[in-house]
């Protein structure tokens, strides 16, 4: 009986699935820049992780909020799709705007792969649709499907000479296909006018919580490259150090499989039930501590055999491990503050934290270096989960 439910609880095949698709999407992207990084320059490796990490960049602004908004606002079949309609189109009306605005940058290029980004890839409205929509079973074949094509045609590209403008090139080739399924998808959704109307008014009302959305997110992911970003402002090495940063950091980045996996599969239950938030918790955090130990173990393998060049990098790794501990237990927090539509109190928790955490590195680097960096980030980190906690409690004591 023990047994079947630990099965049930922590094996469910929903969780093994959708774990399964960012594995592997996050195992091919891994995989493709090892190959370049192996076969091209280093000026010719730097400027394709530039125009990779631009378009991630700006492809949130594109987004506008509607992804994190899909996820957690919508609740009813018909909000879902309405509001999905709705953020195609803002979406396509954005891309277009920053196709304008990149002109005396000479990026407009640069708007066809902030439209699929948005749209299709992995942090697009798609994969969100088809996870509250559809379920977790569908999202998660649409997320292994979209990365198997999406890297496979950049080893393609590779195969023909192209490595700095691959990520720029492969979202020209895969578009027209995107824009077909597209049309496939909302034939299905049989949607009506007069209905298209109706939502369209409930979502101008949100639209300032899609604009702190937009903020929130784009302060995150810029948290996750202030790091390299205070490497390349101050050190004498930087190829070098950013390598020694980047390889732990990679590998302990694992552990955030764990905590999204549970919750995008759970998070219709998270919505309607306390209980099963806490439950989800609950796992949350025995599999992460256990998942760390596990990458603790593998990172130990990895540098005492094929990767031993980077064996002078362990304490930094222990550091980032236990940073990536904490991240980890604030997944759901920070989901639920979503769900609760306290968009403006996740806006501050977000910008202040990216805040603290460059301050942090930028004084404590010309002292401590990378070890200096990975504990800002730990203390950042920390401080983070302790604010969405608060904030989730003050939340539950007002209602």
Known sequence: MLKQSFFSNYLNKNYLLYGGSILIS????????????????????????????????????VAFGFPPLILSYTRSQHSKKYFFVLALGFISIFSALFALILIPFE?????IPLLFYAVFFT?????????????????????????VIFYGVILGLYYFGYYEYSFVIVNYILLPVGFIYTILVIRKLHISQRKLVKYWKLLKRLLLSSFTLVLSNFANIMFMYSDIFVITLLSTQVNKEIADYSFPLNIA??????????????????????????????????????GAVCIVAIYLLLINTAYAKYDNTLN????????KIFQSLAVLLGTKIMI?????????????????????SYLIY??????????????????????LVIANRKHKNKS
């Open 340 to 360: 609760y539509k306290l968009f403006r109190i996740n806006l501050m928790i977000t910008s202040s934290i990216m805040v603290t955490n460059f301050v942090i």
């Open 26 to 61: 996050r195992g091919a992207e891994y995989l493709v820049l090892l190959i370049a990084a192996g076969l091209i320059t280093k000026d010719s490796y730097g400027q394709l992780e530039f125009y990779k990490k631009i378009i991630e960049v700006l492809s949130i602004l």
């Open 316 to 323: 930094i790794f222990y550091l980032i491990i236990i940073a």
């Open 123 to 147: 942090n697009g409205i798609f994969p969100v649709f088809h996870l509250v929509h559809d379920g977790s079973q569908k999202a998660s074949l649409y997320k292994m499907l979209v990365s």
């Open 366 to 387: 010309p002292h401590y270096g990378l070890i200096g960096i990975a504990a800002a980030s730990i203390f950042s980190l920390f401080l983070r989960y302790l604010l």
């Open 253 to 290: 980045n694992a552990l955030l499989i764990i905590p999204f996996t549970l919750v995008q599969v759970d998070i219709e239950k998270i919505k309607n039930s306390e209980a099963a938030s806490r439950l989800t918790m609950q796992k949350i955090i025995k599999l992460t501590l256990l």
């Open 107 to 111: 990026l407009s290029f640069l708007a």
